[in-house]
């Protein structure tokens, strides 16, 4: 299917109707891919005046006058009107083209068609009129097949962003849901060169500079929000041709997506949302190292994260699968980004529904910083989940892991470590905030956590102890599990589990007899706390 409307001049001389007149172009051939918007038959001289443009021209050259100077002139004036081609029938008012007609057309870009058989105009009109309807009807079903995949994706779950991916995709180009004062709430592109975020930068700056005017070729559609007057407009969905032109199909495919992003915006308030999706796209970008250090920089003041000359803290929450949102995210969105207004740094804050990911990027100005900016954006973040309504009785709190902070070269990898480390530290007994660099075990055990040898291991280690807590009273994991985190400390170990000390001796003996093993020897107690951290990850 032609992904524009119509059709050109060189495939209306294609066809049956014309190819029977012998068709031969005299002038501007390298014009035939003109679009043909519509075809007209005429033998008056003010022809031009009936027309719109974009017409294909029949004539038998009665209107043509015979001086050269009214050749010339009608040549021009149909070359004004912006006419697609002018095809001349010999035989009637010519046997062949008269000069003046030929340099004029050439001067003017206009091509020139003359036919050395008689063919009955009304056969040719008829032949394109049903070739460009047919165009048209196919570019609206294309329009529609766009209309209906986005349907099925919010159907199924999707929202704006997957929208507008599906459309960049079609289009080939960046597309862009931005307020309408020009700030960027998401940008989606399609595997191309260009980087939507960059691309959206520099037409920021074209339009600061040429007073708000819309890129040339571009599709810019007002998505509604409501009510009346300027003020109803919510968001403005804007198309660049970077990667190729844009057709007429674009701008209907992209008219019919606004209409479903208006009903998604209005229904969920999804541009707070967006723009933290947006965001979490480019943390994620970074951590997997599809965005450069030296390109990080500028493209994180395009979303508004403006650190001072310092340090980069990555932070990660980690939701538990219990506590995600269901449908949007608006809602922790907002409660997060009110609260970390509370932390006094600048953050640059993301979200990542899938994965049930909040990544952070904070400014330090130094690393002795580190420990109270944590407290503080971890007591943000929780209290974001607590007002967003998320905080359930029985169920695990969400995870707050703190990386390595460093520059923009360490922020990629820090902020990789520390979404791997948050995955990994599910089932830790709870705490404010963990540092990554202390569950690098954990980690590298979580990675582990599929392999045969993995579970192999922990039922040598410790698997005669679970099967006597499944059948006999008291259990005795506990023991083991305070006995190890005490380092062995018996004193601490038994006022912990409030025993005395005979009862927590008899206790260990029978540990170390269910387990084959010497409590005392370092080598076995490492095996041991290595044995219960997997076991969370293998259970």
Not at 159 to 174: C, I, K, M, Q, Y
Not at 254 to 270: N, W
Not at 278 to 285: H, K
Not at 431 to 438: S, V
């Amino acid at each position: 299917m032609e992904a524009q409307a119509g059709i050109t001049v060189r495939r209306a001389l294609e066809l049956p109707a014309l190819r029977r007149g012998l068709p031969e172009v005299v002038a501007s051939e390298e014009q035939l891919d003109r679009p043909v918007r519509w075809v007209h038959a005429g033998e008056v001289p003010d022809i031009a005046s009936l027309l719109k443009g974009g017409e294909l021209l029949l004539t038998t050259g009665l209107g043509l006058g015979t001086r050269p100077a009214d050749q010339r002139g009608f040549v021009r004036t149909l070359a004004d009107r912006g006419i697609a081609a002018l095809v001349v029938e010999l035989g009637g008012s010519f046997t062949e083209l008269p000069g003046a007609l030929l340099e004029a057309a050439r001067s003017c870009d206009l091509p020139l068609v003359q036919l050395h058989r008689r063919v009955p105009f009304v056969t040719v009109t008829e032949e394109i009129h049903t070739e460009i309807v047919n165009g048209h009807y196919a570019l609206l079903r294309s329009a529609e097949e766009v209309h209906r995949r986005c349907t099925n994706l919010l159907l199924r779950g999707g929202g704006a962003p997957e929208v507008l991916r599906l459309l960049a995709g079609f289009t080939g180009n960046p597309v862009f849901l931005e307020t309408p004062e020009g700030q960027l709430l998401y940008a989606a592109g399609q595997g191309g060169a260009a980087e939507p975020v960059e691309v959206w930068d520099g037409l920021r700056a074209k339009r600061a500079s040429r007073a708000g005017e819309p890129p040339a070729g571009g599709v810019t559609v007002d998505i509604p929000g409501g009510g009346a007057g300027p003020g109803s407009v919510r968001a403005r969905l804007v198309i660049l041709p970077v990667e190729g032109p844009l057709a007429p199909v674009h701008r209907i495919a992209a008219e019919r997506t606004a209409g479903l992003l208006a009903v998604v915006l209005m229904q969920a308030r999804q541009e707070e949302e967006l723009a933290a999706r947006g965001r979490g796209d480019f943390l994620t970008d970074l951590a997997e190292g599809r965005i450069a250090a030296e390109d990080a920089p500028a493209r994180a003041r395009v979303l508004g994260f403006r650190p001072a000359d310092g340090l980069l803290l990555p932070v990660v929450m980690r939701l538990p699968a219990e506590l995600i949102p269901p449908g949007d995210w608006a809602v922790l969105v907002r409660a997060v980004q009110e609260e970390l207004t509370t932390v006094g740094l600048p953050v640059l804050m993301g979200v990542r529904p899938v994965e049930g990911r909040v990544p952070l990027l904070l400014g330090l100005r130094s690393e002795s910083e580190r420990s109270a900016a944590a407290d503080r954006v971890a007591a943000a973040l929780r209290a974001g989940v607590e007002r967003a309504g998320l905080e359930r009785a029985g169920v695990q709190s969400p995870a707050v892991v703190v990386g390595v902070a460093g520059d923009w070269t360490g922020a990629g990898p820090g902020l990789r470590h520390a979404a791997e480390a948050a995955t990994a530290a599910q089932g830790l007994p709870s705490r404010p905030w963990y540092d990554a660099r202390r569950l690098d075990i954990d980690l590298l055990l979580w990675r582990l956590r599929e392999h045969p040898d993995l579970a192999a291991f922990v039922d040598r280690a410790i698997g005669p102890l679970l099967v006597h807590d499944r059948t006999a009273r008291p259990p005795l994991l506990p023991t083991l599990e305070a006995y190890l985190a005490h380092a062995g400390r018996k004193a601490e170990t038994a006022r912990e589990l409030h025993l005395n000390r005979q009862t927590l001796y008899d206790r260990l003996a029978r540990i170390s007899q269910l387990l084959a093993t010497n409590l005392d020897d370092p080598q076995a107690v490492l095996a041991l706390n290595l044995a219960l951290q997997a076991r969370r990850h293998t259970a």
